[in-house]
């Protein structure tokens, strides 16, 4: 073998090593096989220096197994007090869903108090609640659940008081706090057991399922024509549960003139959402009231950071310190 | 380890490693190829991922030329006409004359009314006795600790008496050749009864095998009772109380059944589908906010901000 080819395999091995070694995991995501599928979009993240495309509706994967890395190291964490941290992080995806931000909190249930707060007007005519009327000491309040009209949908405990009756739907699940302040995951079979709602001070139900418990995409968000419109764009809202038992909450904000627009409800379908949860690491997760709804409020040392919906909405998750 | 032995060693595994490099380079000439293949592939997804990147970015820049612009209309999200914001009207007009009670069922007013008198009774007795109640939690918790530890010993004893009796059964097996065959013969009909799902057989067996009835559950409740007397009973005002919350809850489930009842009304008198007609009332809502505030509306049509403003008093009224 000449000398000049024997040092020009030596350089192409080195620079393979090299990029072999840098080239990053591959996405912890199970590839779905093809399908009659879901309407053609993408999902792309500011990674800080340039548009990366993390999602495709024809490639979308079935399981999420653990975060996406770019979706995952796009997000800037800073911390709002013990136990709750937040950041945002800036996507941009198919028509409506062109220019959007994400709003993520991760609360660990072991380090702060999770309670449900509820408005109504005098005489319970309509909802109340907004960001605006989180109690003082909230270091993160959110809307939750789904509401017809001025009740909430569904399982409502408050103080420990069953308020509203469990609903039921394949997709639908619960969220509890216990008296030990453990947050349980319910799915739909299982929340009209009394057993399991025993113990329970605080809950929710809401719908649709984004993540069963393994990560797995609810087969009516992978396809059209199975009672969930996978092509509707929205702001979108959701719940999610990492590995580690903390929670992770997401709001989408229509990102195009700042925060002035933030509170129109154009955004991701709910295939998208469910994959940015995955993405994010999600292990389960659930949609609340997204849209005009959606609102929430972060307080950490630099202030009281809101994201407003156009609705006063009957409930709320309220984080604040544990006594 | 002497120091020579060290040195030959890290000599011997120098050359080892020198080996090593050039096998993997000398093998992967061919290797080379499939890699320089790899690199040439890694440039060519850039490439592709940098003409991703500037569609994002031309997609992302065009939203921001145009940020208040309306949604795309299809079967689900309508354009607000002027003749479909008066379909809007007509049901949400129907819808709140379910929850005016104008049906013959009782008004939402009336519901929350009933309820929250209901509540505040209960709240109210609560409150007038909570001493009473404060005395009865006491007792009746000190009550349910005794019982549990009468019931866990009861039981104890049961199972102890259990094991010494089937201990006895297996010796008699041992020892009895007919009566171990009896006992084979029983096992043999039991499973039979139970692949066919035929409980009642399946204890009348056991209870022949056994040589009688079993104890029945409630023994252990009438060794707590016997050991700690029954559950105190609850003060009057406490069940009233009681009594009061379950009627509020109830209350709180009818008034979720007209809210019900009132969208579905909004939606079949719209002559909408329901996800057209959701999408539009939640459109319609998020106008009537942006204008509250004097804030500019946007995601509308020119069309869509003419025909919500001309009917923005009757929206409001019903909404």
């Not at chain 2, 009473?132 to 549990?148: F, G």
């Not at chain 2, 041992?174 to 065959?181: I, V």
């Amino acid at each position: 073998m000449p000398v000049r080819a024997w040092r020009g395999a030596v350089r192409v091995a080195a620079i393979a090593f090299v990029a072999i070694a840098a080239t990053p995991l591959r996405p912890a995501a199970d590839r779905a096989p093809a399908r009659a599928g879901l309407p053609p979009s993408s999902l792309a993240v500011w990674t800080g220096k340039a548009w990366r495309e993390w999602w495709r509706s024809d490639e979308a994967p079935d399981r999420w197994r653990g975060p996406h890395n770019a979706v995952a190291d796009a997000v800037r964490w800073r911390t709002a007090a013990d136990g709750v941290e937040w950041g945002e992080l800036r996507l941009a995806g198919s028509g409506e869903a062109r220019r959007l931000r994400a709003v993520v909190v991760r609360i660990d249930p072991r380090l702060v108090r999770l309670r449900l707060d509820t408005a109504f007007t005098a005489g319970g005519e309509r909802a109340a609640w907004t960001v605006d009327d989180a109690r003082p000491d909230a270091i993160m309040a959110v809307n939750v659940g789904q509401f017809v009209r001025t009740l909430p949908w569904g399982w409502v405990v408050l103080d420990g008081h069953q308020f509203l009756a469990p609903g039921s739907g394949p997709l639908t699940t619960a969220i509890a706090v216990d008296s030990s302040g453990a947050v349980r995951w319910i799915g739909p079979d299982s929340v009209k057991d009394a057993s399991v709602r025993r113990g329970v001070v605080a809950a929710f139900q809401s719908y649709p399922t984004l993540l069963t418990a393994d990560g797995e995409i609810p087969a009516p968000l992978r396809e059209p024509g199975r009672g969930i419109d996978v092509e509707h764009r929205d702001a979108r809202l959701g719940l999610g549960a990492l590995p580690d038992g903390r929670l992770l909450a997401v709001l989408t904000r229509f990102d195009a003139l700042g925060e002035s627009l933030g509170s129109i409800p154009f955004g991701p379908t709910i295939p998208e959402f469910a994959a940015l949860m995955g993405a994010l690491g999600a292990r389960q997760a659930v949609a609340l009231d997204g849209g005009i709804s959606g609102q929430m409020l972060v307080r950490d040392a630099d202030g009281t950071h809101t994201w407003r919906g156009l609705r006063k909405v009957p409930m709320a998750l309220v984080v604040t310190r544990k006594q | 380890m002497s120091y020579a032995y060290s040195t030959r060693a890290r000599a011997f595994s120098r050359r080892g490693i020198a080996a090593a490099v050039v096998a993997s380079l000398a093998v992967p000439f061919h290797g080379a190829h499939a890699q320089l293949g790899g690199l040439v592939k890694k440039a060519k997804d850039r490439v592709v991922e940098q003409q991703v990147a500037n569609q994002v970015e031309k997609r992302v820049n065009r939203a921001a030329s145009n940020p208040g612009a309306p949604p795309k209309f299809d079967d689900v999200t309508l354009e607000l006409t002027n003749d479909r914001v008066s379909q809007i009207i007509r049901g949400l007009s129907a819808g709140r004359a379910v929850l005016d009670g104008t049906n013959g069922s009782p008004s939402r007013a009336t519901l929350i009314a009933q309820r929250d008198q209901a509540a505040n009774q209960s709240a109210d007795l609560a409150q007038k006795n909570s001493k009473a109640i404060d005395a009865y939690t006491v007792k009746r918790d000190e009550s349910q600790r005794c019982r549990n530890d009468a019931i866990h010993a009861s039981r104890e004893k049961r199972q102890q008496a259990n094991d010494q009796r089937m201990k006895e059964l297996q010796a008699k097996a041992m020892s009895d050749p007919a009566f171990r065959e009896k006992a084979i013969a029983m096992a043999q009909k039991m499973a039979v009864a139970q692949q066919k799902g035929d409980t009642a057989e399946v204890h009348r067996l056991m209870i022949e095998l056994n040589g009688g009835a079993p104890e029945s559950d409630n023994v252990d409740s009438l060794a707590a009772d016997k050991a700690c007397g029954s559950l105190p009973a609850q003060p009057a005002a406490m069940v009233q109380s009681e009594k009061l919350n379950a009627l509020a809850n109830k209350l709180t489930e009818s008034i979720r059944q007209l809210e019900q009842q009132a969208a579905e009304t909004e939606v079949k008198e719209s002559k909408l589908t329901e996800r057209q007609y959701q999408m539009a009332r939640e459109r319609v809502e998020a106008y009537l906010s942006a204008v509250k505030y004097n804030a500019e509306p946007g995601g509308f049509s020119a069309g869509e901000r003419q025909a919500l403003g001309a009917h923005r008093a009757d929206l409001e009224k019903v909404m």
